[in-house]
């Protein structure tokens, strides 16, 4: 089964910190992506690489920085917190493997509170 | 862009009784998923479809994708309390391997 796993399942941090969340998947996938979650809004694409060092802006990359050294590691960066980057984060991963199916799997989600 | 619309937003059954759940896209779909989320926690993905007209089912879950590709239905028969959950369908607009979602329907199953 792929896991995907990340740093905390919760985190509170106050205004102006910098903070970091990472994600390591276990399945070798390629693709790596980090949404955001929130009420009425649903999933939104933060940050997205297709490979080791490789990054890509999503729909809302504002205020956020991504690094992948390695291949299984997709860290997603707060470089100053604010109260509205209080959010439910996701990260996930998908294989080249087969170019017609792009299954995502997720991780349990970081549920980040700014104070 | 492409959007992806759920309906309805939310949903409360009894126990045992069916229910479907809708997205429609604004665009053709290349490939479209099915995920459940409980409460808090990441996503499960369910299934994917990928052809006009094509159908698949997991236990007490069936997914439709309609011919045109620009609608899709999650139908539940008999449902149960562990049914319960937010049900997202994510879209592939352009075989690109990046996903959009609907905002998502949470579904109550009342015992």
């Known amino acids: 089964d792929v896991k995907v796993t990340q740093s905390s399942r919760y985190l509170v941090k106050r205004t102006g910190e910098k903070v970091f969340l990472e994600c390591v998947q276990d399945?070798?996938?390629?693709?790596m992506f980090w949404y955001r979650q929130d009420p009425g809004l649903g999933l939104r694409l933060i940050y997205f690489?297709?490979?080791?060092?490789?990054?890509e802006k999503g729909d809302i990359p504002e205020g956020y920085s991504v690094s992948r050294e390695k291949k299984e590691r997709f860290s997603l960066i707060l470089e100053s917190a604010s109260t509205n980057q209080t959010s439910m984060y996701l990260c996930a991963s998908s294989s080249y493997m087969d170019w017609t199916h792009y299954e995502q799997y997720f991780g349990p989600g970081t549920r980040l509170t700014v104070t | 862009s492409q959007e992806l619309e759920q309906s309805p937003q939310s949903l409360i059954v009894q126990e045992g009784k069916n229910l479907t759940i809708n997205c429609t896209s604004s665009?053709?779909?290349?490939?479209l998923y099915w995920y459940k989320q409980k409460y808090g926690e990441g996503l499960i993905f369910l299934m994917m479809?990928?052809?006009?007209?094509e159908e698949k089912s997991h236990e007490k879950i069936t997914a439709k994708l309609d011919e045109k590709k620009q609608q899709s239905s999650l139908h539940i028969t008999a449902s149960q309390p562990s049914h319960a959950g937010i049900y997202l369908c994510?879209?592939?607009?352009?075989?690109?391997?990046?996903?959009?979602f609907g905002q998502g329907t949470t579904l109550q199953v009342k015992p």
């Open positions: 399945m070798d996938h390629e693709n």
């Open positions: 665009k053709t779909l290349y490939g």
């Open positions: 690489s297709y490979d080791v060092k490789m990054k």
């Open positions: 479809l990928q052809k006009g007209g």
């Open positions: 994510g879209a592939d607009s352009g075989n690109t391997g990046k996903l959009i």
